[in-house]
């Protein structure tokens, strides 16, 4: 998409970070990404961009994702 030539550095670090964090806590459950995107209710391919730190989301959406994979809020601050 064309607003990625102009997404801060910062921004790209921080989701490349979270999206970190989120395959760790996938793996420690076992889990596959289409499972964890079946249990929270996004498309397969939506969590596999927000695992990858890819694009934009809505925080209810990182908040189901987060609520499947036992993660808390200030795991990820």
């Given at each position: 998409?064309l607003y990625?030539r102009?997404?801060?550095?910062e921004?790209?670090?921080?989701?490349?970070k979270?999206?970190?964090?989120?395959?760790?806590?996938?793996?420690?459950?076992?889990?596959?990404?289409?499972?964890v995107?079946?249990r929270?209710?996004?498309?397969?391919?939506?969590?596999a961009?927000?695992?990858r730190?890819?694009?934009?989301?809505?925080f209810?959406?990182?908040?189901r994702?987060?609520?499947v994979?036992?993660?808390k809020s200030?795991?990820?601050?």
């Amino acid at each position: 998409m064309l607003y990625y030539r102009y997404m801060n550095t910062e921004d790209e670090k921080v989701r490349q970070k979270l999206g970190e964090i989120l395959r760790v806590a996938r793996e420690k459950e076992g889990l596959t990404q289409a499972e964890v995107a079946k249990r929270a209710k996004v498309n397969a391919n939506y969590y596999a961009i927000v695992e990858r730190g890819e694009g934009s989301y809505s925080f209810e959406n990182l908040q189901r994702i987060m609520r499947v994979l036992k993660i808390k809020s200030l795991d990820i601050l």
